[in-house]
């Protein structure tokens, strides 16, 4: 669950070519190869459950805070700092052949972007795939497709307000605890939430999504669970947001002096495709 689609697509596809580069260098070379407890008390039951629900969700008064999405398999983490207008989107993707390891990170503050791509496990991989080791300056007039590249938004990165909307009812369990069924199709907002869901195969089940919330004892959203059914060629998935270190989290700036440079072709090659 995204803002803007395309993010976890971009990490998969800068893993894959890293592989197909490293074989056809083999075959060449000859050779093979949770948020904060607290102290507090637990959220009392509420008057009016969505509305304490969606008050709970990260605005742009909260300071920084991070974030995890877990997307079937795919899972990013980050970082939002509200006051700044800046986020970052990390993923780490293994390779077993050949047996290597992708870090990448986006950060965005306003209408700027930097990419860091972190090779691991093969020597010289940097310089087989063309990517530096430091912040990447990225030029978005550079890009064919500027859906591929993530942008600030808001200080919801996982949509959740959205989605929780979209709830005809919600009902407050206690301990912080909310409940409720989603509607997938509802508008683009929410429907741009979900690349790794097919919506369409679900039918009339997307319209009725279960969902589970829980508030923390800050105040804060700590989670938001969809529980998504099988359909067609798609299994039973659950779709996690996690919001956490309200306040604790680094407050980020643009890189600076020899951490960052202006990213190569093979930067854009890689966003491209």
């Not at 929780?164 to 509607?183: E, H, L, S, W």
């Not at 508008?187 to 939430?193: C, E, L, P």
């Not at 700036?253 to 930067?267: H, I, L, M, W």
Request: hydrophobic residues 40%; contains cysteine.
């Amino acid at each position: 669950m995204t803002q803007r689609t395309g993010t976890a697509a971009t990490f998969r596809r800068v893993a894959a070519l890293a592989t197909a580069v490293l074989a056809t260098t083999a075959l060449a070379a000859g050779c093979g190869t949770g948020a904060s407890t607290g102290s507090d008390p637990a959220p009392s039951p509420s008057a009016d459950p969505k509305a304490a629900l969606l008050a709970a969700v990260p605005d742009e008064k909260d300071p920084a805070f991070r974030f995890s999405t877990l997307d079937g398999t795919d899972k990013v983490v980050g970082v939002v700092d509200p006051a700044a207008h800046a986020m970052d989107l990390g993923m780490t993707e293994k390779s077993d052949d050949p047996e290597f390891t992708m870090a990448m990170t986006f950060r965005v503050i306003d209408e700027d972007l930097w990419m860091r791509v972190k090779l691991t496990g093969i020597p010289g991989l940097h310089d087989m795939l063309k990517l530096p080791k430091r912040w990447m300056a990225l030029d978005r007039t550079k890009l064919d497709d500027e859906t591929e590249a993530p942008v600030y938004q808001n200080a919801d990165p996982a949509n959740t307000a959205a989605i929780i909307r979209t709830a005809d009812t919600v009902t407050d369990k206690g301990n912080g605890t909310y409940t409720g069924a989603a509607d997938l199709t509802a508008n683009a907002d929410v429907q741009s939430a979900f690349d790794g869901v097919d919506v369409v195969a679900l039918g009339e089940a997307a319209k009725k999504v279960p969902f589970t919330a829980v508030v923390g004892p800050d105040g804060n959203l700590a989670s938001l669970t969809l529980d998504i059914p099988a359909a067609g060629k798609q299994k039973a998935m659950k779709l996690v947001t996690r919001y956490y270190d309200f306040g604790k989290a680094p407050k980020l700036t643009a890189p600076a002096g020899d951490e960052v440079q202006k990213a190569p072709a093979s930067a854009y090659e890689v966003l491209e495709g």
